[in-house]
């Protein structure tokens, strides 16, 4: 069972190029979360999903992109990186809040430095 | 204003020391609220959920005043393995869009 998993590990990209992180889920778990965590910021929430085809924006979408086509999997894209995106990301997957079990629980990251 | 506000610190205190967090949240119609760990360089945990009775968990206690806005963790007898930044985090809407707090660092001295 490996939880929460998220590719690449580390990514340099120039401003300008396009990429796509990949996190996968093996809880089956129907929400999953994209965060990006910047010093003295917290983390904020990027775009996140309540189910397989289904996405929504969180408080700092601008400039990303997602897709749920399997529930397992949630894509994170990044269309024309810009140095402000330098941060590492985070995807995070739960179930359902409304059957009260509200643990989110985190892949290991992706750090991303646009130069 | 931040909707979750912490003391960044960092507090450094000796093993075996009692050390308390606090956290403050601005939506004062938030349902859930939960501490998590996060270590050096890796992904936040959860630590444990607050309840409006207080809860404790081993040596740690959370408390959540609803009037006054915020909320605490208390860490009783630390532990070099306590070391870690702790993030108060506070759903204002029970839909799973949680609101973190930038964490408070703790470093605990042997």
């Known amino acids: 069972n490996a939880g929460v998993t998220q590719t690449p590990k580390f990514r340099v990209l120039k401003t300008g190029q396009s990429m796509t992180l990949l996190c996968a889920q093996d809880m089956n778990h129907e929400y999953m979360y994209w965060y990006r965590q910047d010093p003295g910021m917290g983390l904020r929430l990027i775009h996140y999903s309540v189910g397989e085809g289904t996405t929504a924006k969180g408080e700092v979408p601008d400039g990303y992109n997602v897709s749920r086509l399997k529930k397992q999997n949630f894509l994170l894209g990044l269309e024309s990186a810009a140095p402000s995106q330098t941060s590492v990301y985070f995807c995070?997957?739960?179930?359902?809040?409304?059957?009260?079990?509200?643990?989110?629980?985190f892949g290991p990251g992706t750090r991303l430095l646009v130069l | 204003r931040k909707e979750v506000e912490q003391d960044p610190g960092p507090f450094n205190v000796p093993e075996g020391a009692t050390v308390a967090f606090n956290c403050t949240y601005s939506n004062s119609a938030s349902q859930s609220f939960f501490w998590y760990r996060q270590d050096c360089r890796k992904e936040p945990k959860l630590l444990m959920s607050v309840y409006s009775s207080g809860n404790e968990d081993g040596r740690f206690t959370a408390q959540l005043n609803r009037a006054s806005q915020y909320i605490s963790l208390l860490i009783r007898d630390s532990k070099l393995s306590d070391s870690a930044t702790y993030l108060c985090v506070v759903n204002p809407s029970n839909t799973g869009k949680l609101i973190f707090g930038q964490g408070t660092t703790l470093q605990v001295k042997p």
């Open positions: 995070a997957s739960s179930y359902p809040w409304d059957r009260g079990q509200e643990t989110q629980y």
